[in-house]
């Protein structure tokens, strides 16, 4: 299974006839010349592995889709066939061990990229090309489209185009995956309009919703016995998908399932307008932390208005252990005041010292007049006023988002 079969070409009007497991199109069939991207040498041969069953060549002209949960249009795998895609990245701590665990099972999956994950680490997205994956889109921010107005979801689609391509250094793959699978008539008009196909899912990984990677496992697993074949959606931004792919593989080999992967027929267009602001963000760009993640599940949030600017943070070895999950960006924190300074709002008025008045008595039938006190007697003394509290730092200073540092401005929308 591991070996390289026959490599075919789909345009928009094909589809593929699972009983005879061929291509019929009103353009045209016929293989594809065109082979995939070589393999090293240490998989040639090897039966152990998954490797790659078959290659995919998709024309994208008349922007096709793809994925049974939502278009019908076309049915592009044979039962036991499985295409692995991943969403949202790349995030180096869990993309890494993502890219591994393919390599060691000398087979490949496509990547749909956020645009603002991209230029933060774009090293990491040429990474995976050379490694003979497939790199599409996923918008730039990973906003909702089908609740924007088709004019503004039109530029978070082309932004993310040009960003994930500006990263790559050159045009990237014809692919795009609408953000919680949320499409809409518009948007998807556009994109055939612009040649680019979309793509949905069969077998959702639900990897965001859990840390644990059996979790993980078990639900592609039981998930695919039940549908037979799929398009898998997970997210190379998650731990729970770093840590179960490598099992996860092993036991898609041990079932006999077979791995498709798709490549474009070629390469997506993008427009100049959107270049020239992804070339804006990619001159302020910041290499993506790996002790500051900058997502943890499968949305991409952004960060609130308002926060406060965040200092850089040292390198690992001068910031000590590493803080727990879910820590955050760490905020600045401002000098304290010097000493002995109170700062104005925090200062207390001083108290004054008053008399304490006689207890007052009600006279009765045995009631005497109280005793006179001596003029000369002293007032008791005053309680001494407390002192003020400690100095707090003033509150941290808000900024607008030409001045923000590139890691909160990142997931700004």
């Keep these: 299974m591991a070996s390289t079969s026959r490599t075919f070409w789909l345009t928009a009007a094909a589809v593929l006839a699972a009983a005879g497991g061929a291509l ?68 180096r701590p869990y993309t890494t061990p993502v890219l591994k665990a393919l390599e060691a099972h000398c087979t490949r999956a496509t990547f749909f990229q956020v645009g603002k994950m991209a230029i933060a680490d774009p090293e990491m ?42 990263a790559l250094g050159h045009p990237i793959a014809p692919f795009f995956r609408f953000p919680y699978l949320a499409d809409s008539r518009a948007m998807i008009a556009h994109a055939k309009s612009r040649g680019i196909g979309m793509f949905s899912i069969e077998v959702d990984a639900v990897d965001f919703r859990t840390r644990d990677p059996g979790t993980v496992h ?9 549908a037979g074949k799929g398009i898998i959606l997970f997210h190379d931004i998650q731990p729970s998908t770093a840590g179960a792919l490598k099992g996860l593989l092993d036991d898609l080999k041990a079932k006999g399932y077979r791995v498709v992967h798709m490549v474009p027929k070629g390469q997506v267009k993008t427009l100049p307008d959107y270049d020239a602001i992804a070339e804006r963000e990619m001159g302020k ?26 200092e850089p943070q040292p390198a690992a070895a001068e910031r000590g252990p590493a803080a727990g999950p879910g820590t955050g960006t760490r905020q600045r924190t401002a000098a304290p005041a010097a000493a002995g300074e109170v700062l104005p709002w925090l200062a207390k008025p001083a108290q004054t010292p008053t008399a304490t008045p ?23 003394a005053a309680t001494p006023a407390s002192a003020p509290p400690p100095a707090r730092p003033p509150r941290p200073t808000w900024r607008t988002d030409e001045t923000e540092p590139w890691q909160l401005r990142i997931f700004r929308n």
């Design 358 to 380: 006689p207890p007052a008595t009600t006279p009765g039938p045995t009631a005497r007049t109280p005793t006179a006190q001596p003029a000369s007697q002293p007032m008791p």
């Design 24 to 91: 019929i199109g009103a353009a045209g069939l016929g293989p594809e010349p065109a082979a995939a991207a070589p393999r090293a040498d240490a998989c040639a041969g090897r039966t152990d592995v998954l490797g790659v069953d078959r290659v995919i060549e998709i024309d994208t002209a008349e922007g096709p889709q793809f994925g049974l949960q939502q278009y019908k249009q076309f049915d592009i795998l044979q039962p036991g066939e499985v295409i692995l895609t991943f969403d949202d990245g790349p995030l």
């Design 285 to 310: 760009k910041a290499v993506a932390s790996a002790a500051q993640p900058l997502a943890r599940r499968s949305v991409v949030w952004p960060v609130q208005a308002g926060m406060a600017a965040a």
């Design 218 to 226: 078990r639900r592609v697993m039981g998930d695919l016995k039940r």
């Design 125 to 166: 997205v040429r990474d995976i090309e050379r490694r003979g994956h497939t790199v599409g889109s996923h918008t730039w921010s990973h906003r909702n489209l089908r609740s924007m107005a088709p004019a503004l979801a039109k530029g978070e689609l082309e932004l993310g185009v040009s960003a994930v391509s500006k």
